[in-house]
Every structure is written in structure tokens, then in C-alpha cells.
């Protein structure tokens, strides 16, 4: 889910699907991680985290896994509505870096209905 | 009602005026942060603070200042210095500096 320049990757899926959404991180002392959703014009909404420690986290309709062999992190969400149709995108705490976030660039959801 | 108040939720300023953006929480969050949004990017740190009276530049602090005197309030500056001010601006907290939750935002406009 890395953005370029102006234009953010997009995921296009039907109302009922589901959907996946990808995050690639390239720090291996990443330990802490966390998915949010952003409408347009608003702020970013709290989804779901997730520690180095584990490979799978469950929310309300919505699961984090990560790979850290693979340094990638997903958001998948289960019948995909409507109202999920925003910009997703993930940030990571570097172990080393105190209590800061760094963002990742956003994919685009898009509901069909 | 508990959260994060960002205002004005719009903001119109002349180029070479000084602006200042608030942002409050009744979170009782120790951090607050001050994150830069331009269109179709992520975002970009602009300054941090971990406790009252104390804050740090994160990685685009030119053009910028803040204040904590208090721990619910953590107000940014656009000064003039800021060569491209015209952005989107969040403001988040975090009760253990990790997650941070955010506020709605302050769209400024320079011209």
C-alpha cells in the first residue's frame, strides 16, 4: 500500500467480498503496528493493531496478519460494505525510534454496491 | 464527550500571515503530535510532544512552532517561513505512545 507521487493505489471490490489490503514495511526492528481508515475530509480512525509477537489479530470484521519474514502487513475485511470505502493506510513503531509512528503512503478502497 | 477537537475545520490566510491551528483532548493523553497531509500522501511529522513544556521537531518542523503549556492543549503555528503551508494538518494523541488517535483535521488554504 505505497502511495506514488499524486496517485494512491487503488482496490476496487463488490459489496459482500472481501477485501484485502497490503502494507509492505522495510524496518526489521518494526515492533508494533496499526491500521487506519480515513473518510475524505476527516481524521484518521483507529482500525486495528498488532505486536511483533504475534502473526494474527482479529477485530470486528477485520484481521491483521503479519509476515515478518516478509516484512508485509494486510488488513483483510469480511463483507465488505459500503461504508468501508475510504483510505486505508498502515503505520509502524521502530523499536528503536521512542513512541513515534511512520505512515505508510495509503491504498484506496472502493465499494461496489 | 471525550476526544480530539481540532478547529477551525477551514482555514483561509493570506501568504506572509502568521496562522495558528488549535487542537485540544480530554483524553488526558500524555502525547500529543502535529502530522502534515498533503493530497494523496501519508503522513508527515511535523512536531511531538511527550509531556507539558516539553516538545521535539519531528522531520518537517521547518516553517513551524508549537506550545504545551497545558496538558490538553497543543497549538501549531504556520509561520511564514513555511514555503507551502497550503495542506491538510491532524492532530493525534496517545495514551501510551503508541496508538495515536486523531482529530479531524484543518484544511488551510494560503494564497
Known amino acids: 500500500g505505497e502511495s506514488v507521487g499524486l496517485h494512491l493505489p487503488t482496490l476496487s471490490v463488490q459489496e459482500g467480498d472481501n477485501s484485502i489490503i497490503n502494507c509492505a514495511y522495510s524496518n526489521s526492528a518494526s515492533d508494533y503496528f496499526i491500521w487506519y481508515k480515513q473518510e475524505s475530509g476527516k481524521g484518521p480512525q483507529f482500525i486495528i493493531d498488532i505486536r511483533s509477537n504475534m502473526d494474527k489479530r482479529q477485530g470486528q470484521r477485520v484481521t491483521v496478519l503479519l509476515n515478518k519474514t516478509v516484512k508485509h502487513l494486510s488488513l483483510q475485511i469480511a463483507a465488505t460494505q459500503p461504508g468501508d470505502s475510504a483510505v486505508y493506510f498502515c503505520?509502524?513503531?521502530?523499536?528503536?525510534?521512542?513512541?513515534?509512528?511512520?505512515f505508510g503512503g495509503g491504498t484506496r478502497l472502493m465499494v461496489k454496491p | 464527550d471525550g476526544g480530539i477537537t481540532q478547529s477551525p475545520k477551514y482555514l483561509f490566510r493570506k501568504e506572509g500571515q502568521n496562522v495558528t491551528l488549535s487542537c485540544e483532548q480530554n483524553l488526558n493523553h500524555d502525547a500529543m503530535y502535529w502530522y502534515r497531509q498533503d493530497p494523496g500522501q501519508g503522513l508527515r511529522l511535523i512536531y511531538y510532544?511527550?509531556?507539558?513544556?516539553?516538545?521535539q521537531k519531528g522531520d518537517i518542523a521547518e516553517g513551524y512552532s508549537v506550545s504545551r503549556e497545558k496538558k490538553e492543549s497543543f497549538p501549531l503555528t504556520v509561520t511564514s517561513a513555511q514555503k507551502n503551508p497550503t495542506a491538510f494538518y491532524l492532530c493525534a494523541s496517545s495514551p501510551r505512545g503508541l496508538e495515536q488517535y486523531f482529530g479531524p483535521g484543518t484544511r488551510l488554504t494560503v494564497t
Open positions: 510532544s511527550q509531556i507539558v513544556n516539553d516538545f
Open positions: 503505520a509502524e513503531n521502530i523499536n528503536n525510534a521512542g513512541n513515534m509512528l511512520t
